[in-house]
């Protein structure tokens, strides 16, 4: 049973900074890929960022150089560490895996979180 739990969501002030957590479950996290989606109220859901089985990460232009997505194999984690966070990174947060080692776009990714909220504000 394949399972991701997101963690660590909160509000938080602008120019503040948060770690979110996924804890997995049911596979093998060494193997896989991990995504961070998120998705604001009526608006399309966003990819974030991810990070392939080797270690190498991508993200959205939005957050490049303000997140930063690890992992700890041992542990069965990945984290999303969000800093210098803005009004407009409000959202739900979501981890998300396609069981396959590269990463992909979030229309691939089978198995979800239940998410975790995220309020930028002051």
């Known amino acids: 049973q394949v399972q991701l739990v997101e963690s660590g969501g909160g509000l938080v002030q602008p120019g503040g900074s948060l770690r979110l957590s996924c804890a997995t479950s049911?596979?093998?996290?060494?193997?896989?890929?991990i995504g961070w989606i998120r998705q604001a109220p009526e608006k399309e859901r966003e990819g974030v960022g991810c990070?392939?089985?080797?270690?190498?990460?991508r993200y959205a232009d939005s957050v490049k150089g303000r997140f930063t997505i690890s992992r700890d194999n041992a542990k069965n984690m990945v984290f999303l560490q969000m800093d210098s966070l803005k009004p407009e990174d409000t959202a739900v947060y979501y981890c998300?895996?396609?069981?396959?080692?590269?990463?992909?776009?979030?229309?691939?990714?089978?198995?979800w979180g239940q998410g975790t909220q995220v309020t930028v504000s002051s």
């Open positions: 990070i392939a089985s080797n270690g190498r990460t």
């Open positions: 998300a895996t396609a069981l396959s080692g590269e990463c992909t776009t979030k229309n691939v990714y089978q198995y």
């Open positions: 049911g596979f093998t996290l060494e193997y896989s890929a």
